[in-house]
C-alpha cells in the first residue's frame, strides 16, 4: 500500500467528435506525465463536451469504445494509469461515465449519477444516470470518481465516503459563467470536501465549443477545506500534484498557484478563446467584419485580433450619406492600431437601386423603418458577399442590449456566423473596451495600448441610418436600460418588482414589451459566447407566440 501518490491533472481542450484528436491528446499527456501512478483527463475527454445529440449516433459510440481499448492498451507499457472521460451501453443503456486505464486493460468504469437537466445542460434526454459509484482501487488507495453534476448534491460523495473512498477526484465540463470559479471552489467543492473529510481534485476542460466556452481553473481542496492547487484559467495546462498518507487520511501537498483573471478580463477571455475555437475549428480562414466607427464593432475587432492575430482580420467601413466625419475617422484609427486589413465600400449606389426598384410600391408614403433598415440589409450583403468570395466568417457585433429589445435589423447587421458580444450588455461593452485599451489578455496575441479609439468610449451610440439619430431617441440611457434588462432576462422578474425597485413602471413596460416581441429575431441570430447565467438561446428558451404581459 502507497503511502506517497503522484497524480497529474491534465487540463485540456478537447473537439467535439474528433476521437482521434482527442486521444491523441491523451497519449501525449500520459508521456508527458512520466513518472505519475494517475493521469486524468475531464469529462467525456474522449468524445468532446458537450457532444448533444451527436451522442446518439450509433457509430460515434462504437469508435468511441474502439478507441478506449487502444488507449487501455497503452496502458500497459511504462507509464501512469490514465483516468478518461467517455461514453459507455451497458445494458442497452447510454451513460456518461470514466474507466480507470490501467496495465492494459480497462480496470473499472464508473457511471455519472446525477444528471443536470437545468439551464445549458440536458443530460437526461441523452443519458441514462448510473448507480450510485463506489471507489475504484489504484496503488493500494480507495479513489471516489464523482463526475461534475454528482458534486453538486451531496449524496454521491457522502456516498464514495461511506464505501471508503479516501480522496475524491471529479472530472469535469464546466462551462464559464461570470463568477463561475469562486461558486466552484467555495459554493461547491469545499462543501464535500470538508462534509466527507477528503480531499478532492477538481478537474476542468478548457476551451470554445459552439455557444459554450470553458475556463479551466482547476484545482485541488483538502479535507479541511484549504486549496492546495491552483491551476490556470483559458489555458492548457498538465500539472503533477504530489499527495502523502498521514494519520489523519490522503492530502495533496501545497504545489502550484496560479492567478486567475479578474473582471473583466475574464469575460475578454472568455469571448477571445470560444471565437479562436469557433473560427479555427470549422475551417475558416479569418474574420471579415463591418468597422462602423462605434463601440460594439470596434471591440469585436479587438476581440478577433487577440483570438486570431491581425494577418486574419477585415474591417470594412460602408459608409452612407449618413455616417458622420467622426465615424470614418474612427474606424480608419481603429483598423490602423489594430493592424487589419482595412477597405471602405460606400453603399449610396446600392441605396439609391434600391430606392428606385421600391419607388412604386412606396409612393405615397413616407420614409421610415423600411428605408433605413435597407441600409443595414445592404451592408450584409455586401459583407455576406466578401465571405462567400473569399471564405472569411462574418463576425456579427450586436450587443445583449440591443438583442434584447430588438434594436438590430434581421437579415442586416445581425447577419453572420459568430457573435462575441450577444451575451454582454452594452455596458459591459463600454467596460471591456476601456479595460482592453489599458491591458492585453493573458491569452490575447493582439497589440499592447490603445487600440480603441478614446473618441468612441465617449461619443453618443447611433445607428446612423437617418440624419442625427441616436439610440437615445429609441432607447432609455443604457445605465438605465440594462439594469432593467438585467431584472427582465436574467432574473426573469415582474414590471412590478422593477417599479418597485425604482424603474419608470411605463419604462419598464415597454421594454417588457420589446424584449418579448423581438423573440422572433433572436431565435435567427447568430450563435454567440454564453457569459451570463441567462444567455439567449441555451439558457433563455421563451416562446416566440404568447400573450403573458406580467404588468
Known amino acids: ?237 498538465v500539472v503533477q500534484t504530489n499527495w502523502t498518507r498521514t494519520a489523519q487520511g490522503w492530502r495533496c501537498d501545497r504545489g502550484l498557484i496560479e492567478d486567475l483573471a479578474v473582471h473583466p478580463e475574464d469575460i475578454y477571455c472568455a469571448m477571445v478563446l470560444a471565437l479562436r475555437d469557433y473560427v479555427n475549428r470549422n475551417g475558416f480562414p479569418g474574420v471579415v467584419l463591418g468597422l462602423s466607427g462605434g463601440i460594439d464593432s470596434a471591440l469585436c475587432a479587438a476581440i478577433a485580433v487577440d483570438a486570431l492575430g491581425a494577418e486574419r482580420v477585415w474591417g470594412v467601413m460602408m459608409p452612407s450619406r449618413f455616417t458622420s466625419r467622426a465615424s470614418l475617422d474612427h474606424a480608419a484609427d481603429c483598423a490602423k492600431a489594430l493592424g487589419i486589413r482595412y477597405s471602405v465600400m460606400p453603399i449610396a449606389e446600392a441605396v439609391n437601386g434600391f430606392d428606385s426598384v421600391l419607388g412604386e410600391c412606396f409612393e405615397g408614403t413616407r420614409r421610415d423603418l423600411a428605408e433605413e433598415n435597407l441600409q443595414s440589409r445592404i451592408r450584409g450583403t455586401l459583407l455576406m458577399a466578401l465571405s462567400n468570395k473569399f471564405g472569411p466568417m462574418l463576425l456579427t457585433t450586436g450587443n445583449k442590449s440591443e438583442m434584447s429589445v430588438g434594436f438590430a435589423t434581421i437579415y442586416g447587421d445581425m447577419a453572420g456566423g459568430y457573435n462575441p458580444l450577444k451575451d454582454a450588455y452594452k455596458t459591459t461593452v463600454y467596460a471591456l473596451a476601456r479595460w482592453r485599451n489599458g491591458h492585453v489578455p493573458r491569452i490575447g496575441i493582439g497589440p499592447r495600448g490603445e487600440v480603441i479609439p478614446p473618441e468612441v468610449l465617449v461619443r453618443a451610440p447611433s445607428a446612423e441610418l437617418r440624419a442625427d439619430q441616436r439610440d437615445s431617441d429609441s432607447l432609455p440611457p443604457y445605465e438605465v436600460l440594462d439594469p432593467i434588462l438585467l431584472g427582465l432576462v436574467d432574473h426573469d422578474k415582474s414590471v412590478e418588482q422593477l417599479v418597485n425597485e425604482g424603474f419608470d413602471r411605463e419604462t419598464v413596460r415597454e421594454m417588457e414589451r420589446l424584449l418579448h416581441r423581438a423573440e422572433y429575431k433572436r431565435r435567427q441570430a447568430s450563435p454567440g459566447v454564453k457569459l451570463t447565467a441567462r444567455n439567449f438561446g441555451r439558457d433563455r428558451r421563451y416562446p416566440i407566440t404568447h400573450a403573458f404581459r406580467s404588468a
Open 1 to 237: 500500500m502507497a503511502d506517497t501518490l503522484r497524480i497529474t491533472l491534465a487540463q485540456l481542450n478537447q473537439s467535439v467528435g474528433d476521437l482521434d484528436g482527442n486521444a491523441a491528446g491523451v497519449l501525449e499527456a500520459r508521456t508527458a506525465a512520466q513518472g505519475a501512478d494517475l493521469v486524468v483527463f475531464p469529462e467525456l475527454h474522449l468524445i468532446g463536451y458537450p457532444p448533444e445529440d451527436l451522442i446518439l449516433k450509433p457509430a460515434l459510440i462504437e469508435r468511441a469504445a474502439a478507441r478506449l481499448q487502444i488507449l487501455a492498451q497503452a496502458s500497459a507499457s511504462e507509464g501512469p494509469a490514465m483516468l478518461v472521460g467517455s461514453a459507455f451501453v451497458l445494458d442497452g443503456a447510454l451513460h456518461n461515465g470514466v474507466a480507470l486505464l490501467d496495465q492494459g486493460k480497462v480496470a473499472a468504469v464508473r457511471l455519472k449519477h446525477e444528471l443536470p437537466n437545468y439551464g445549458t445542460f440536458d443530460e437526461m434526454r441523452l443519458f441514462q444516470p448510473g448507480p450510485l459509484p463506489e471507489p475504484v482501487i489504484l496503488r493500494g488507495a480507495m479513489i471516489g470518481v464523482p463526475i461534475c453534476e454528482d458534486i453538486w448534491r451531496p449524496e454521491v460523495c457522502r456516498h464514495l465516503a461511506d464505501f471508503g473512498a479516501e480522496m475524491l477526484i471529479c472530472i469535469n465540463g464546466s462551462p464559464y459563467e461570470i463568477n463561475k470559479d469562486a461558486l466552484r471552489i467555495e459554493g461547491v467543492a469545499k462543501r464535500r470536501a470538508v462534509d466527507t473529510g477528503l480531499p478532492l481534485a477538481y478537474l476542468n476542460r478548457v476551451g470554445g465549443q459552439d455557444e459554450l466556452v470553458f475556463d479551466g481553473a482547476s484545482f485541488v481542496v483538502n479535507g479541511d477545506g484549504a486549496v492546495a492547487v491552483q491551476m490556470a484559467d483559458w489555458r492548457e495546462q
